[in-house]
């Protein structure tokens, strides 16, 4: 089943365009590459090769339930060798580069929150290169080839937590809001190319992840917090983000839309 009405994936605007994803094969990365196949769009979906058999079963799920289609690039967003192949499976495999949606993140790995005082430079720079070295590189590595074909669009995943900071994982919290710095720098600068830059804030999502470094009490009160008081899923960012990708937002760069069920407002 789709994880998008009908009318909705309709309305994206997004039918045959060709989108990557990085950090495509856990569950908020899946949720993205099964919403733009839903929309008619193609996708590149971007994980490590130790991910490589949960990636296939996802983008062969995501072909079947169309109309889109879905291939797997394996890759380490923080390797420029690596995207550069990326960037030339897509073209290849679809002749065409309009999305890069910089999902990939150093999260689940963060095996426990400790106070800054005890992060290792190790751990600091661990996170740094995924989520912000390996965001600079991708939109380094598609931004000629979307010039080429008349421009695009990039959304960034940020975090809420770099904007209101978070206790125990201060390397995680400085990268999101190095992020929203980048993705601005980036707006100015690729703008005369006909390339939007934008990103998306995600609040804390009730998955796997989140309850690997979270206490169950930590989630409740993070859901109850919310002026949309509820858990966070994994789907409550994909209009968001169809948006962004899409000419629906045709004239907005530069922004960062904060999705958290009104926990923080900008």
Same mark, same amino acid.
Do not use: C
């Given at each position: 089943?789709?994880?998008?009405?009908?009318?909705?994936?309709?309305?994206?605007?997004?039918?045959?365009?060709?989108?990557?994803?990085?950090?495509?094969?856990?569950?908020?990365?899946?949720?993205?590459?099964?919403?733009?196949?839903?929309?008619?769009?193609?996708?590149?979906?971007?994980?490590?090769?130790?991910?490589?058999?949960?990636?296939?079963?996802? =983008? &062969? @799920? !995501?072909? #079947?339930?169309?109309? *889109?289609?879905?291939?797997?690039?394996? %890759?380490?967003?923080?390797?420029?060798? $690596?995207?550069?192949?990326?960037?030339?499976?897509?073209?290849?495999?679809?002749?065409?580069?309009?999305?890069?949606?910089?999902?990939?993140?150093?999260?689940?790995?963060?095996?426990?929150?400790?106070?800054?005082?005890?992060?290792?430079?190790?751990?600091?720079?661990?996170?740094?290169?995924?989520?912000?070295?390996?965001?600079?590189?991708?939109?380094?590595?598609?931004?000629?080839?979307?010039?080429?074909?008349?421009?695009?669009?990039?959304?960034?995943?940020?975090?809420?937590?770099?904007?209101?900071?978070?206790?125990?994982?201060?390397?995680?919290?400085?990268?999101?809001?190095?992020?929203?710095?980048? =993705? &601005? @720098? !980036?707006? #100015?600068?690729?703008? *005369?190319?006909?390339?939007?830059?934008? %990103?998306?804030?995600?609040?804390?999502? $009730?998955?796997?992840?989140?309850?690997?470094?979270?206490?169950?009490?930590?989630?409740?009160?993070?859901?109850?917090?919310?002026?949309?008081?509820?858990?966070?899923?994994?789907?409550?960012?994909?209009?968001?983000?169809?948006?962004?990708?899409?000419?629906?937002?045709?004239?907005?760069?530069?922004?960062?839309?904060?999705?958290?069920?009104?926990?923080?407002?900008?």
């Amino acid at each position: 089943m789709s994880v998008l009405p009908m009318r909705a994936a309709s309305l994206a605007g997004l039918a045959g365009r060709t989108v990557i994803v990085t950090g495509a094969a856990a569950e908020i990365g899946s949720a993205y590459v099964r919403a733009f196949t839903a929309t008619g769009a193609n996708v590149v979906a971007v994980d490590l090769l130790r991910s490589a058999r949960q990636a296939l079963a996802m =983008t &062969r @799920a !995501a072909t #079947r339930d169309g109309p *889109g289609r879905a291939v797997f690039a394996p %890759a380490d967003v923080a390797s420029e060798s $690596d995207w550069r192949l990326v960037v030339e499976r897509t073209v290849a495999e679809f002749g065409a580069l309009d999305v890069l949606v910089n999902n990939a993140a150093v999260y689940r790995k963060i095996s426990e929150k400790r106070p800054l005082t005890d992060l290792v430079v190790e751990e600091w720079d661990d996170v740094f290169a995924v989520n912000v070295r390996g965001t600079w590189l991708g939109i380094r590595a598609v931004a000629p080839t979307m010039t080429d074909f008349g421009g695009g669009s990039v959304v960034n995943v940020s975090s809420v937590v770099g904007r209101i900071g978070a206790v125990g994982f201060a390397h995680y919290v400085a990268s999101k809001a190095a992020v929203e710095g980048l =993705t &601005r @720098a !980036a707006a #100015r600068e690729l703008g *005369g190319q006909r390339i939007r830059v934008n %990103a998306i804030a995600p609040g804390l999502v $009730d998955n796997d992840a989140s309850r690997s470094l979270n206490t169950e009490s930590y989630l409740t009160a993070s859901a109850r917090a919310r002026s949309l008081a509820r858990p966070m899923q994994a789907n409550d960012l994909v209009g968001p983000l169809l948006w962004l990708a899409s000419p629906a937002s045709a004239f907005v760069t530069g922004q960062t839309v904060i999705v958290d069920g009104g926990q923080v407002f900008s």
